[in-house]
């Protein structure tokens, strides 16, 4: 490896990998300390303050994760065998959290029995009420003063779709879901969302630019890390491209909060995974991990389309979500604009009902292409792979297909013909963008990467804090679990 030069170096005590949602809430508690100092390298643009934020980061009924969008790393992947795609992860400061749809809720109760035993459900609800202020809903389940705002549409500001499809499920015997943050949660019900005034409220805008001026607080945007660096075991620091400039940071401590992808892309361009498949790109082992990039999960997503039998309005900054039904293992979502207006540039131009697979037992893998960090890795999701997913999710296909022709969704929506076939299935199968579990936490290090506080096995000064040390994907949108662990990681360090 080629050394920068002397004066291409910068020290920090931290330095923290990655300034999306789990970033972001790291580097802004770790720098509460101010004899720590603290570095924050973000790949993508950065904004000191939410007014500089360009209209589609600011309006949170537009999600900019399209072809050509500014704001994001896009990756090839594999979402079926044979089956090719591609998907958007955020690159700019906030990370994914700054392009999402301000979907914020929690992993179930029963998610956390597969987590290890410090992180179960009741240890893990005061860092769950620590990152949130919830205008609905008081008492043990809910904070009043943290830095997210949470809240939900009231129901007279649905949009028709959603008023339509919460009638039907209700018709059709789903109980009624008003806190979808409580302990038992299932039904149809309103989205916590972490929006206010039609604007996100990401970990970034919550938790960092309030302390950008703190003197041990430094974030470098437009910044690349490339490698982590060792010496005998040890992280040195790690290595950064700028532009046709690299320089090394030298720190004591390095967080990986990259992203369930790119973390696992970076540890291995580092040394870090299958020795196998390391040495096979010419990369020297540091710590043999297998669990790196293997056996990960994310939730399936079939969409319905159909037209609407009327003009239908949407006004300004909506939420893509107000409203979903939630089983044990399905989740519907009544978008309230085709993915041609969320999405721009995305040319899907037909509104659509999601129905998405929240316990999948399927699981993919990501594998570096080459030892070039420039070169994306191989992602294959493996979607649909166990014969109960397909079954769960057909039966999930027909159930919706029932719910979009029962009496107040048929008078607003005429929707297209719905087959239960495999290959159907197939053709309409998308991700939620939700990857999990990519370098899971556990005690083998054979089957995962980092142990119950977040440090990676087998060396010393390195942690990880993001969705990728998920065992699984939650059955709820991963975000507010992820900004939990960020909180609950800060705390070990």
Not at 32 to 41: H, K
Not at 102 to 126: I, K, T
Not at 386 to 398: I, N, P, Q, T
């Amino acid at each position: 490896m080629v050394q920068p030069p002397a004066d291409l170096e910068d020290t920090a005590d931290v330095v923290v990998v990655g300034g999306g949602s789990c970033g972001s809430v790291l580097a802004g508690r770790l720098s509460e300390n101010p004899d720590r100092s603290v570095m924050l390298v973000e790949s993508g643009p950065g904004h000191r303050i939410p007014a500089e934020f360009p209209p589609e980061l600011a309006d949170a009924g537009i999600l900019p994760v399209g072809p050509g969008s500014g704001w994001i790393w896009p990756y090839p992947v594999e979402l079926t065998v044979g089956r090719a795609g591609w998907i958007a992860r955020g690159r700019v400061l906030g990370g994914s959290g700054a392009v999402n749809g301000g979907y914020f809720v929690r992993a179930g109760v029963g998610d956390f029995d597969h987590w290890p035993a410090s992180w179960s459900y009741e240890n893990v609800l005061p860092y769950f009420r620590a990152i949130e202020t919830d205008a609905d809903f008081a008492g043990p389940w809910h904070g009043d003063a943290g830095p997210i705002p949470v809240r939900r549409e009231p129901a007279e500001r649905w949009h028709p779709v959603s008023a339509a499809f919460a009638e039907a499920a209700r018709d059709a015997g789903h109980h009624d879901d008003p806190d979808k943050n409580a302990p038992g949660s299932h039904g149809i019900g309103p989205v916590p969302l972490n929006i206010r005034d039609g604007v996100r409220v990401g970990p970034a805008s919550a938790y960092l630019l309030p302390h950008l001026d703190r003197p041990n607080l430094a974030v470098r945007p437009d910044s690349t890390v490339t490698r982590v660096l060792f010496s005998e075991g040890s992280v040195t620091g790690v290595e950064v491209a700028t532009g046709d400039t690299v320089r090394m940071i030298r720190a004591g401590a390095v967080i990986l909060t990259a992203g369930a992808i790119a973390t696992p892309h970076l540890l291995m361009l580092s040394g870090i995974g299958d020795a196998e498949h390391l040495t096979g790109l010419g990369i020297a082992v540091v710590a043999d991990l297998p669990a790196v990039g293997s056996d990960f999960s994310d939730h399936p997503e079939v969409v319905l389309p159909y037209r609407y039998r009327r003009p239908v309005a949407r006004t300004t900054r909506t939420p893509a979500l107000q409203v979903t039904l939630n089983t044990d293992e399905i989740e519907m979502r009544p978008y309230t604009a085709s993915f041609g207006d969320l999405i721009p540039g995305s040319g899907i131009g037909k509104p659509c009902l999601g129905v998405v697979l929240m316990k999948p037992r399927s699981r993919g893998e990501i594998r570096l292409a080459s030892a070039d960090p420039r070169d994306a890795p191989r992602v294959s999701y493996r979607y649909l792979e166990s014969v109960e997913d397909r079954k769960a999710l057909s039966s999930a296909v027909g159930h919706a297909a029932e719910l979009m022709h029962a009496g107040p969704m048929s008078r607003l929506l005429d929707p297209e013909p719905v087959e239960l076939s495999g290959e159907w299935l197939a053709d309409r199968l998308g991700t939620s963008l939700h990857l999990s579990g990519s370098c899971r936490m556990g005690t083998d290090d054979r089957t995962s990467v980092v142990d119950d506080r977040c440090r990676v096995h087998g060396v010393d000064g390195l942690f990880v804090a993001d969705t990728s040390i998920l065992p699984a994907v939650p059955s709820r949108g991963p975000h507010a679990t992820a900004v939990m662990v960020a909180e609950r990681a800060s705390t070990f360090l």
